[in-house]
């Protein structure tokens, strides 16, 4: 029997599950302040974060051990440029840029890639496992917070090829404990998982400056009066 790995990334990423859950950006979407220019940031920063860790999902297909968890089913690359066409115009491309947050975490998997491919399952772990549990909460405030019509702009929560979420998140885990690694690979792993979260807040903390901006503008409308975007039912924007 292998080492129980998905029960060690469970416990031992609780508290960074915690601290990510409690930063200012997620916490504020949580309680429906979504502001659309900050929003598309981060499904920018995405993006980026996806298309690296695809692309090693790809590269190390016949790996040993990576090579078990390629499941394209979970590919969110392509759901990810349909939501920036969305939101940028069939001209995204070039309107997105890749900030530091989203720099440092590509250059992790990137460097991961080439030099310790075994710890890129700590993050496959912390990214498609989140979005599998925590999708559908996210995706019903994103779509009431901006306004958003027909299922536009959130087609990175949509797992069309998945029928039922539980059993293809168990179906992973399991992947995950028939690993033919010891104790100590394990707890790397768990280590680089925390690594993980920490860029994921790094992304969220980025975002940060933008929302205070516009929940500043909200309560300065509110304060003298003026009708706010919010009240007439539109989506906040800090433009
Ligand atoms: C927006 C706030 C968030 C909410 C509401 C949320 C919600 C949830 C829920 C309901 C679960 C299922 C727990 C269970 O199976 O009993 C879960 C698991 C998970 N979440 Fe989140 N989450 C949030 C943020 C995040 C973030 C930012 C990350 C990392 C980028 C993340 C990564 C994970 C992972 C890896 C799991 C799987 C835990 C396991 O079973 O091993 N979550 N989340």
Not at 44 to 53: G, I, K, Q, R
Not at 55 to 61: L, N, Q, S, T, V
Not at 126 to 139: A, E, P
Not at 157 to 186: G, H, S, W
């Amino acid at each position: 029997m292998g080492v129980q790995l998905a029960q060690m990334l469970r416990e031992g990423t609780k508290k960074s599950h915690t601290m990510a859950e409690n930063t200012g950006f997620v916490a504020c979407f949580l309680k429906g302040t979504v502001e659309k220019n900050s929003y598309r940031k981060l499904v920018s920063s995405l993006y980026f974060v996806y298309s690296a860790m695809e692309e090693a999902i790809e590269e190390h297909r016949n790996h040993s051990l990576v090579g078990k968890f390629y499941y394209p089913q979970l590919f969110r690359k392509s759901s990810l440029e349909r939501d920036l066409s969305y939101y940028f115009g069939p001209n995204w491309r070039n309107e997105i840029e890749m900030s530091p947050a989203a720099t440092a975490y590509v250059d992790r998997i990137r460097r991961l890639s080439q030099q310790n491919p075994t710890m890129l399952i700590a993050h496959f772990y912390t990214r498609y496992l989140g979005d599998l549990s925590g999708g559908q909460i996210l995706k019903n405030i994103a779509v009431k917070a901006m306004g958003l019509n027909d299922g536009q702009g959130v087609a990175f929560y949509a797992f069309d090829a998945i029928p039922d979420e539980k059993v293809f998140k168990n179906e992973y885990r399991e992947t995950m404990n028939q690993l033919p690694i010891d104790q100590a690979t394990a707890q790397a792993i768990v280590d680089e998982a925390n690594d993980a979260f920490r860029k994921n807040m790094d992304l969220f903390k980025e975002l940060e400056g933008n929302l205070i901006l516009a929940i500043g503008k909200l309560l300065f409308n509110s304060l003298v009066g003026r009708q706010s975007k919010a009240a007439q039912g539109q989506p906040i924007s800090a433009e």
